[in-house]
């Protein structure tokens, strides 16, 4: 059964710092990784999709890597700002499902 | 046009009332979805409908009724909820149920009194 983590669950970082966010799976038969953005109380904003044949993605300051076979991926904000302020979630579809198994997200705060 | 449209943004329903949530997309996408999200929990799977038809069933139980009238339109009917049920639930596509991006709606913040 796939299982996703997100670690840290919390992360507080003055503004203008690079950081990362990690996101692990067990199974490492997966189709795709996706990353989510989610601030309080709304939908899911989708950033960065990586298919399993790709190593990965760029948009803007965001950049996801993935790693199939360390069961890996990690999402990397450049220059944070104050509005990168959310909840990101990670997300994998499995060869085997038509299901998105999400991680458990990890909350950012950017201080100005 | 990359957006799923959710109505009604907020709902307020009693135990024995009977009410509809509605998902609309125009993206030509083929595969629709229902999430119920609690409060600082991940999305989870409801349901997946796949060219029109149900694919995926998690287990819900039958007070919560989909139905999927055309490729562009998801229902989530309601009736006789609990009050566990209370949450935000999050209606998605993507082009086909394998790969590709699954886009999200902004959500129904349903609370069951």
């Known amino acids: 059964k796939q299982e996703v983590t997100q670690i840290p669950a919390a992360l507080s970082v003055p503004e203008g710092e690079n950081l990362v966010l990690n996101c692990s799976f067990t199974d490492s038969a997966i189709y795709n990784l996706q990353w989510f953005r989610q601030d309080p109380g709304k939908g899911l904003t989708s950033l960065l999709l990586i298919q399993s044949s790709q190593r990965e993605q760029t948009s803007g300051r965001l950049n996801a890597s993935l790693d199939k076979s360390s069961g890996r991926s990690t999402l990397y904000i450049a220059a944070s700002q104050p509005g990168d302020s959310a909840t990101y979630l990670c997300a994998v579809k499995t060869d085997s499902s038509y299901k998105l198994i999400f991680g458990s997200g990890t909350r950012l705060l950017v201080r100005p | 046009d990359t957006e799923v449209t959710q109505t009604p943004k907020h709902l307020v329903m009693g135990m024995t009332n009977k009410k509809s949530l509605k998902c609309e997309q125009h993206m030509g996408h083929r595969a629709m979805y229902w999430y119920k999200q609690k409060a600082k929990k991940p999305p989870e799977l409801m349901f997946v409908y796949s060219y029109e038809k149900l694919s995926i069933n998690e287990s819900v139980p039958s007070r919560f009724s989909p139905e999927c009238p055309n490729s562009s339109l998801l229902n989530l009917h309601l009736h006789a909820l609990q009050p566990e049920d209370s949450a935000l639930y999050l209606c998605?596509?993507?082009?086909?149920?394998?790969?590709?991006?699954?886009?999200f709606g902004q959500g129904t913040r349903l609370t069951v009194v």
């Open positions: 998605a596509s993507s082009q086909d149920g394998r790969g590709g991006y699954a886009f």
